[in-house]
């Protein structure tokens, strides 16, 4: 089934950058979303699913990223713009990451959380205060361009999550999941390791952010800081499982599909719908879609 989770990802990678040519604007927009979702979802795993540290803070590296571009678009190539967007959410959890590994458990959830929403307080106050309700941003990118660096992203978020899980890095982090205060008893340098896995998840949503700053061409705070964007997060790797790399792409295109249907079929039952058929897969496949299919495999 690990041959079979490469073969689905290297497939979405070849379709979305085929997409452009052969599919219509409306399905560029679904596989930038769907992209979008993987590479979040991917990078939420590198920290919350590696070392059981449970986040609710990606919204804030989102945004910070997307508040980065916004600021330098038009200032630097859009390139630069996306690299600091990157640079700048890394380091935000670079200055955070020592206060907020210090609690665990529910606190940590409660904390990440609460620190999303003082930033988008904060930058709200800011902009506020500047006079800035809102900021349009021209000369963008063709959609085409923005739809390749959000595959590239995509598979660059997989990587990444591949590399940390089979690798020295990766057993430290499964070491701390499994218990904490054994695996520092033991040697291991865990918070070390748990800031280094805090930083390398920050740093593909700030990209993120900044690319999907730049297919709407709109920054407002309220949105680029939106608390769904976490708990959207935590639900697409939670759909899709949380034990294997495959886990995320399978959560993400799946719920990202499903949430089209319903919006453009039943847009008056939408949320409930949605959250119906969330609360039957968190009770009946609590191991989610990557646990399904293994089933399934092992029964064949």
Do not use: N
Request: hydrophobic content about 55%; charged content about 10%; proline content about 4%.
């Amino acid at each position: 089934m690990r041959g079979a989770g490469m073969i689905l990802g290297l497939a979405l990678a070849v379709f979305g950058v085929a997409v452009p040519f052969i599919g219509s604007p409306y399905m560029m927009g679904v596989v930038f979303q769907v992209a979008m979702w993987i590479a979040l979802a991917q990078s939420w795993s590198m920290l919350s699913a590696t070392t059981g540290y449970l986040s609710l803070g990606h919204a804030v590296f989102y945004g910070i990223g997307a508040y980065v571009c916004v600021l330098l678009t038009g200032t630097l190539p859009f390139e630069l713009a996306l690299l600091a967007a990157a640079g700048s959410a890394g380091l935000f959890a670079a200055l955070v990451g020592m206060p907020v590994l210090r609690v665990r458990g529910p606190y940590f959830v409660i904390l990440t959380y609460g620190l999303s929403e003082l930033v988008r307080h904060v930058v709200m106050r800011i902009e506020s205060a500047l006079g800035s309700f809102g900021r349009m941003i021209f000369d963008v990118p063709s959609t085409e361009v923005l739809l390749w660096w959000m595959v590239g992203l995509a598979v660059l978020a997989t990587l990444g999550a591949y590399a940390i899980r089979h690798s020295r890095f990766g057993a430290g982090l499964a070491a701390i999941r499994e218990d904490e205060v054994a695996a520092e008893t033991v040697g291991v340098p865990v918070t070390r390791l748990k800031l280094l896995a805090f930083i390398a998840s920050a740093i593909i949503p700030g990209a993120v952010g900044g690319l999907a700053l730049l297919r709407t061409s709109y920054f407002e705070p309220a949105q680029a800081f939106d608390p769904v964007i976490s708990f959207t997060i935590v639900t697409m790797a939670l759909v899709g499982g949380t034990e294997t790399v495959r886990g995320p792409i399978l959560g993400a295109v799946g719920f990202a599909l499903l949430s089209e249907l319903l919006w453009s079929s039943l847009p008056q039952l939408y949320m409930i719908v949605l959250g119906l058929t969330l609360i039957g897969f968190i009770l009946f496949v609590p191991k989610g879609l990557s646990g399904l299919l293994g089933r399934i495999g092992r029964a064949a």
